[in-house]
């Protein structure tokens, strides 16, 4: 008698525990959700799985191993090397375009994050899947104070190479002080979240 009432209560809490997800979802869509590191992880897992096959000789970024090495031009035309560049700091990279609405959104959460960190603090770069004068004429617009580097679309871009293969925009990859990938986001960030993502 006494386990029939217990598991009474428990399907009385699990059926409002599913309601509660489901209006959730319905007032908000599925956004909240994706703020969470376990939803991160599975819509990274699903678009991985949906994606086309990268180049064979393409070393892929995975979590919790050091970067294959790349590297990109500066929009000074420098050569930086991913991740050696940020070696001994943690680094948030994120790959964006000037075309891309929620990337314009998310700059100036980004630039504030980047200026709120002290000198051994993490390091924020762009990554621009776009073209330089693009950039530039964009930067004129909405200036950042972190830098910026450049690439072009395609299937063996910086965001495919750091474990995007859907090419989605805005991606941010978190990478610990010897190049190691700890966190890999999929969206854009909202007001705060990038402080409490980054710890």
Known sequence: MKLGSTAKLLLVALAAGTLGVAVGLWREGPSPLLHTELGQRALQGAMSASAPAPPADLKIAERGAIVPAFALPSLDGHSVAIPQAYAGRRVLLNLWASWCRPCVR?????????????????????????????????????????????????????????GNPKGVLPYSVLLDA?????KQKIGPFREGEIDEWAK
């Open 178 to 182: 010897q190049g190691r990938v700890v």
């Open 106 to 162: 998310e700059m100036p959460e980004l630039d504030r994050f980047a200026k709120s960190q002290p000198p051994n603090g993490t390091r924020v770069a762009g990554i621009a899947l776009d073209d330089a004068a693009a950039v530039e004429a964009f930067l004129q617009r909405v200036p950042v104070s972190y830098p910026l580097l450049i690439d072009s679309p395609g299937p063996r871009d910086a965001g495919v190479r750091l």
